[in-house]
């Protein structure tokens, strides 16, 4: 087993919630955190104890996990061979190149799926050439109506193809969605992509963002997601913790972005659980304003969360997460953008109901009673 | 046929991770899993750059418990298989 390059965490919130249970509880914790060769690596270094059955399926879900990331970093590997023969500029976001640059092996990190960042004039290039190679595109709006293509298109970033050996692609054709559109926060592809870096992987040369670009890139996501999974927190703490940082550029651009709240919230979630030592003008800097200091608590606590069913809709971290997006997002106008976000009709609804153009708006009032009743059904 | 004076090193576009110290591969080409035991993970990790196979050969002859005629025969006969399955190329 790859050795992470671990430090003594035995003290710290990471080291106990990881091992708090030794029985299916862990194995439930790892699943749902999406760190099970990360946990296997981690108890191995640090020869916890452990109950032998666990233990061996841990070992088993590593292997799968290490097994369906080979199968992902192959269909990298082709779509990036596709992508460099018609010139389509792409940057790997995640997944294969994370896994690979962070911890030296594909298969640490546990990815559903993968990641492409390309540019938005490029959609309807890739659309149609991932087609005719055979890729299934799991987003096709051919049935819908001009408002439901429209409706579709704004509250999208990506669109999902499958190849033929089950890889799951996103290709991301913007990086900021409505849920999360916040004033002044950009990421300009052209920009990112003059900053670009080449990963070599095996032979093969991946497109993946610039060390800082991708930092706050990765900020910005597991933000987005309320820090949701620790995969994203151990992510962060490897960056901050094993390379050097220019923090004064890095925050520089941090408030240029109005996006302070970001970094700090994910320098505080790092020391909470790492209990990490920043440089002194880090840590005066990181002094958390009382809204900031909120919105970690809330991430730390939607991390902490064992049953993912608490964040369903209704449930209790469904509206406390709505509370968090609503901290996270800054300008009164993009705040109001997200609620309305939250009734806007996605393509699964235009998929089950058939409703004329002209009577497009129902699609807002059908949206929340068809999840209130989805809600009681489940029930 | 490889030979001790040939020169060698991994094919591209592969996939590797390892999975209870040992690798595996997957290969683009033929879209299949290849397991590779500790001595055969030790090999792997040596020809990520071209080599020449009687250097690789003294190398291992160093490093393992092997004399250098079982040394030869197994080695060439495992990149042999390794050039069969597409995971490896002969540079010269």
Redesign the interface.
Known sequence: ??NLGWCDLTHTLFHQKLLEYQDDRFIQYIQRHQIQSIALDYIEYQCALFDQTVHEKL?CL??EI??E???A??GL??LV?LFNTHNIRYMALKG?ALSYELYG???IRDYQDVDLWISEMDLFTVKSLLSEMGYHNLDSVDSLTIKQKNSFFKAMHHISFQSK?GVLFEIHFRLISDDCKSQYLEFPFESFWANRRVIH????EINVMGEQDQLIFLIFHASKHGFFRMKWLIDLYTIFSQTPINWQSLIERMEQMNSRHLLVQSLLLIDDFFDTTFEKNVSDWIQPTRSEKKIKDLAKAFNLERDVKQFRFCHKNYFRFIRYKLRMIKGLRYRLNYLLFLFRPQNKDFQKVKINDKWFALYYLYRPIHKIIRMFKKK | MIGLNSVIQ????????????NK?????ET?K?YGLNTLATNIWMRIERPMVVSDLINDLVESFDVSLEVAQTEVIAFLNDLKKNKLLEQIS
């Not at chain 2, 991994?10 to 110290?21: F, M, N, P, W, Y």
């Not at chain 2, 595996?24 to 683009?28: A, N, Y």
């Open positions: 087993m790859t070992k590593s292997r290490r097994m990331n080979l199968k970093t192959i590997i082709e061979g294969p092996d594909i298969g050996n992987y095996n032979g093969s | 991994r094919k591209t576009g592969l996939a590797d991770t390892e999975i209870d110290t595996v591969l997957m290969s683009v879209g899993y």
